[in-house]
């Protein structure tokens, strides 16, 4: 991408709007996001038939054992705290077996989205697995439920400067692990579900030059919102307004999974997403392009590209709900019928790693 030697006005109006720091979000907007996801269901597994009720038994039962985690703790899969002027950050990380002392691994960096803590992410996203084949490191940030009761990102209060906080206290997890883990600090990503996407765009704007590829699942295009109240209409697809990204800015390639169905972040913020990080560049778009895999839902995919560098890719899954595309069954907010989205995440970001 080229870069530019001075900032335009709009730059400058976009800076302002993710640093200035005024009041905390009203109280009308908390209600208005608390209601959007309390009506926001799951998509959730369909129910077993019932087992016939015995009524006396021959024998009395033994006490079932307690079902193990879907995570079980090992030296792959381990949980940690990173301490920073930003704050308190917790945080999982897994670390394929056999990683040899001078070897230097790949990183995907995984925000979960509300309701979602990061082992349900890890779960529903199977991404360990994937990173088990290819050889790769997967750090899952956690939300606390201190600072957000849903436990979702606080992407939307730039106002308060919240979520410039939460995104530097990720970076710092970020460092930690450059310096303890066997991480190549020059080939990371990071990809978010909902407002884990939106806070993964807010990643990658406060430090571009780190990543080299983002991946935006269901998620709300950059200054969009600056409250609760501003979120929840422009997840809405009420607010189509974006501020243009800075002209000066080299930002990595992005990639951009939507359902058609979204019932909790309307489908319109994909292509205004793909709209705006494309305008940044002055990259163009191609013919959309079907894709179909088996009985899995069919997907439209738009790539945008400048000077023959690909800078969007936009893949529109048709059927899909608010929920990760391919994902494990029996888990909330995830959808087997969709196209693998860990698999698709991977294939575009490693592609942009040197």
Known sequence: MTKRSSKSLWSSSFKRL???MSSSVTLAGVKAIKQTLATAKPVKPAKSAKVAKIVKPAK???PTKPAKP???ASTHWTTGVTVSAAGTRRYHVYRPPGVRSNERLPLIVMLHGCLQDAEAMAASSRMNKLAERKRF???YPEQEK???THACWNWYDSRSGRAQREARSIHAVIDQLCLTQAIDPQRMAVAGLSAGASMAALLVLSDPRRFRALAMHSGVAPGLAHS??????AMRGRRQL????PADMTLPALLIIQG???RVVSPVNATLLARQWAEQSGAQASKPRSVQRGARYPATVTDYRSQGKLVVSLCEINGLDHAWSGGATGHAYSDPKGPDASAMIWAFASKHFI
């Not at 609760?228 to 209409?233: I, K």
């Not at 974006?242 to 990204?245: D, I, T, V, Y």
């Open 242 to 245: 974006a501020a243009p990204l």
């Open 70 to 72: 879907a995570l079980v």
């Open 146 to 148: 201190l600072a957000n």
């Open 260 to 262: 058609s169905r979204d």
């Open 18 to 20: 993710f640093n200035k």
């Open 228 to 233: 609760s109240a501003t979120a929840v209409m």
């Open 60 to 62: 009395p039962r033994k």
């Open 137 to 139: 490191c997967v750090l």
